[in-house]
């Protein structure tokens, strides 16, 4: 499931799908990010990841640039840290996430980053997401986290970095915007990536449109 | 310990293919799932490795100190299969694949060619195994008459429907035996043996003579041709991109999906009965890359369901799996196609069994770059018999070698021993997968995931249909 690029029906029009994985401490909301981020909605008692472990969103970056996200959300088996090494395999980027009231949560947030470095591939894209920050923006002693401090910590690994809020929106648009404009558009037909849809045997009940992301209603 | 119910419907041990089928049906189901391994990683026997952890496996592949993987390359680029199998492009597993959705997690390739040996030595033949009336007319496996034999009765096979009798042709395949429709058609001994063991996929000869056998050999040769139907000019094999290791990993994303919990790095410390059957466990989670003693923890279950390796150990007194078989393996490295495969990136060969003078057939795997589990310009090859002596393991799978030409490396140990449980289950409540066997698909193992289910749960498992399910959200 790597990369895909394809011309599309327009000249000069370019598709690119990308696989996106979340990682990060239980209940920080990395499932609420995703939902957020496809579906535009937000709930509060969301109980767990339960049928939503595999979804895609595509966005414009200008209009000849499209880029399709391949989103794998963990399913809950981070709990015990039992990930099948499938989750990353191909992985062309990555949200790690933390919640900013919770201060272990960044602990486990660097741990995952760690595990990305050694476990996927080496031009990984990370980003990393300090969620909830509608929580402190009520009730600024809450904050566990100083935004100084995160974003410290993001430039000397070399990542991404945003606070979010999935329950007001707060830059989740911004977030997965910022990791398709880092994405290698030009080189997408290097190694480890594929150049144009595989020919090979699809047995997905509906194949993901790899062709122009079937847009072309002419 | 954080988050883990006080009782399951049921444990898994292992997560080899078989439990991980029947763990994410059960969790479809929405019964309750705790599915450990011992190891740190998925798929136990059927995982796949990279090249250093490949020789790893076989220390006796180098001298001590070498670092013979350096020269292969990105280790990462291989993903080695420990159990040679490939899958029925319109088999048991593939359908259970598509209705579950699993293949949103996991991509496969066609295997190029299905190839079968005739005659031995140096005067063997490889060719082509003919699957429809056309082919067995282009065949060099028969001379001219015994072209139009095959023909004809490739023509029945195809035209037999079980609920029209017109098309029977005058045979009672519930009561005869495959000797008896062979003869009827006037067919040579080789030809029964490339139609038997390539296509029927028999490992012996035992199904021949066998009374009533012949329905399901018919069955078998129609399930061979139709799986040729999918992918026209293709073997009717897929196999998936990253080996074989892809497939328990998505079942087991599939229960995670749908509720399961996952523990890698858990030992099973005891397991608890009462009144005969089993009401529990107790294990202790290592923590990874850390000399700690670990987390212990108990649970309640009603049920477990394990690999036939969680249940074999005398100093515990828990053996519940007797040793059934032993298969012989050997892994192989080349750096070229393999010979009469037409240059293909991938292959089956069948060597039959009374071609080369044995009681079992030797199957050769062969898959390459294309289902990236080695870097560009190599090809695996996995040479797998039953052994039959007890000792010259090399021997007998020479006339496999034979067909392999240069081998830049050889991965093999003594014969792995294949387990069945004792018992049903029924009496502890206490549920044994047998061992990959040495055929060469995993027809048998979706035949024993379902006899697992049909003991566990008291009826036949019915694989859920996902495709149409509402609650995914953002299926666009
Ligand atoms: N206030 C607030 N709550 C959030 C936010 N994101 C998630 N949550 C809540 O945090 C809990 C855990 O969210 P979830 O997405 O399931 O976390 P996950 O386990 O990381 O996938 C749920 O109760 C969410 O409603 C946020 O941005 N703000
Ligand atoms: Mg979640």
């Known amino acids: 499931m790597s990369s895909r690029v394809s011309t599309g029906a327009r000249p000069g029009a370019r598709f690119a799908q990308f696989k996106l994985v979340l990682l990060g401490e239980s209940a920080v909301g990395k499932s609420s990010l995703v939902l957020r981020f496809v579906k535009d909605q937000f709930d509060d008692y969301r109980e767990s990841t339960i049928g939503a472990a595999f979804l895609t969103q595509t966005i414009s970056l200008d209009d000849a640039t499209t880029v399709k996200f391949e989103i794998w959300d963990t399913a809950g088996q981070e709990r015990y840290k039992s990930l099948a090494p499938m989750y990353y395999r191909n992985a062309n980027c990555a949200v790690v996430v933390y919640d900013i009231t919770q201060a272990s949560s960044l602990d486990k947030a660097k741990s995952w980053v760690k595990e990305l470095q050694r476990q996927a591939n080496e031009n990984i894209i990370i980003a990393l997401a300090g969620n909830k920050s509608d929580l402190v923006a009520e009730h600024p002693d809450k904050r566990a986290i100083t935004t100084a401090d995160a974003e410290a910590y993001a430039r000397e690994a070399g990542l991404l970095f945003f606070e979010t809020s999935a329950k007001t929106a707060e830059n989740v648009r911004e977030l997965f915007t910022a990791i398709a404009r880092k994405l290698p558009l030009e080189q997408a037909g290097n190694r480890g990536m594929r150049a144009n849809p595989r020919q090979g045997v699809d047995l997905r009940p509906e194949a993901p449109g790899t062709q122009g992301g079937g847009a072309c209603n002419c | ?476």
């Open chain 2, 1 to 476: 310990m954080e988050e883990l119910a006080p009782e399951y419907d049921v444990v898994l041990l292992g997560t080899g293919l078989t439990e991980c089928i029947l763990s994410g049906i059960m969790s479809v189901e929405e019964k309750k799932v705790l599915h450990i391994d011992r190891n740190d990683h998925y798929g136990g026997e059927s995982a796949s490795l990279n090249i250093e952890a490949l020789f790893k496996k076989y220390p006796d592949s180098y001298s001590k100190g070498e670092e013979p993987w350096m020269k292969y390359g990105r280790g990462n680029d291989w993903n080695v299969d420990l159990v040679p199998k490939l899958l029925m492009a319109n088999g048991d597993l593939t359908k259970t694949l598509i209705k579950t959705k699993v293949t949103d997690y996991v991509e496969f390739e066609p295997i190029a060619g299905s190839y079968v040996q005739k005659g031995s030595g140096a005067t063997a033949t490889v060719a082509k195994v003919p699957s429809k009336p056309t082919e067995a007319l282009l065949s060099p496996l028969m001379g001219l008459f015994e072209k139009r034999r095959a023909k004809r009765f490739f023509e029945w096979v195809r035209d037999f429907k079980d609920e029209d009798p017109s098309t029977y042709g005058g045979l009672d395949l519930n009561q005869c035996t495959m000797k008896e429709v062979y003869d009827k058609f006037g067919l040579e001994a080789t030809t029964r043996d490339f139609i038997g063991h390539a296509m029927a996929l028999y490992q012996t000869d035992a199904y021949i003579n066998q009374k009533g056998a012949a329905k399901e050999t018919v069955d078998r040769i129609q399930l061979y041709g139709n799986s040729v139907n999918q992918y026209p000019g293709k073997s009717p094999y897929i196999y998936p991109l990253y080996g074989l290791g892809e497939l328990p990993q998505s079942f087991a994303r599939l229960s995670a999906v749908r509720g399961g919990t996952y523990m890698l790095n858990t030992n099973i410390d005891e397991i608890e009965y009462e009144g005969g059957k089993v009401s529990g466990i107790k294990a202790t989670m290592r923590v990874r890359s850390e000399d700690s003693e670990g987390t212990m923890f108990s649970t309640k279950t009603k049920k477990i369901i394990a690999d036939p390796t969680y249940f074999n150990d005398a100093n515990k007194g828990n053996v519940k799996v007797k040793q059934v078989a032993k298969l012989l393996k050997a892994i192989c490295i080349l750096t070229h196609p393999v010979a009469n495969t037409n240059n293909s990136d991938s292959a089956q060969i069948i060597i039959p069994q009374s071609q080369v003078g044995r009681k079992n057939d030797i199957y050769i795997a062969i898959v390459s770059s294309v289902h990236h589990v080695c870097p560009q310009g190599y090809y695996i090859a996995i040479v797998s018999t039953i052994a039959e002596g007890k000792d010259n393991w090399h021997l007998e799978l020479q006339p496999g070698f034979d067909r392999l030409g240069k081998i830049e490396e050889k991965f093999m140990k003594e014969p792995i021993p294949l387990y069945e449980p004792l018992e049903d289950g029924r009496n502890d409540n206490i549920f044994i997968s047998k061992s990959y066997d040495a055929t060469s698909h995993f027809e048998t193992t979706t035949e024993d995931v379902r006899d697992i289910y049909r003991r566990a749960e008291g009826k036949e498992m019915v694989v859920p249909d996902l495709r149409l399910d509402a609650n995914l959200v953002g299926q666009e």
